[in-house]
């Protein structure tokens, strides 16, 4: 079970999560931009940190693309989710990169007025998009084979007749 660990009782405005392949790092930010949340869960801790920050909100977490399964558990529980693309976020960060100033980023990003961020996608949106990625890459390879076979084969006749193409 994860305890919450937060430096101040002042209320948190928004959480930026980045989201790691086994961790999450959740920073918290108050209304003035002050980090007041700094803390780190593993993947199985996750709905139980969100729901232990409960305490200090209503907030708004936020995390970056690709991240819709988990956005998806986190709105269940009755947080203003939304996502940001990563490329919004790079002009906010500070210093060199790690999770902890990715998540400070994306906390910091969402306070912006003019922040455009990504509808969350359903599990039926995701399978259909996954089979376009993959079909899209079954006909970008086939096309490459064929041209690599056709290409070679005809150069090899041509150089056979002693015509030269570059």
């Known amino acids: 079970m994860h305890t919450c660990q937060k430096s101040s009782d002042r209320p ?7 989201i ?6 959740l920073v918290g930010l108050d209304k003035r931009g002050a980090i007041v949340l700094r803390t780190k869960v593993s993947r199985g801790q996750s709905a139980d940190a969100a729901a232990c920050q409960r305490r200090a909100l209503p907030c708004r977490a936020r995390s970056l693309l690709c991240a819709h399964h988990i956005a998806r558990q986190i709105e269940a529980l009755g947080h203003d989710v939304r996502l940001i693309p990563a490329q919004y976020v790079k002009p906010f960060l500070k210093g060199h990169k790690n999770d902890y100033r990715d998540a400070e980023a994306i906390a910091e990003a969402v306070q912006r007025p003019t922040m455009n961020f990504v509808a969350i996608k ?8 996954s089979l376009h990625r993959v079909r899209s890459r079954l006909v970008r390879q086939r096309t490459a084979v064929m041209h690599q076979t056709w290409g070679f084969q005809i150069w090899g006749f041509l150089i056979e007749r002693g015509i030269t193409v570059r």
């Not at 790691?20 to 790092?25: C, N, S």
């Not at 599990?123 to 998009?129: I, R, T, V, Y």
């Open 12 to 18: 948190v405005a928004p959480i930026g999560i980045d």
């Open 20 to 25: 790691g392949k086994t961790t999450f790092h």
């Open 122 to 129: 359903t599990p039926e949106q995701s399978d259909l998009l």
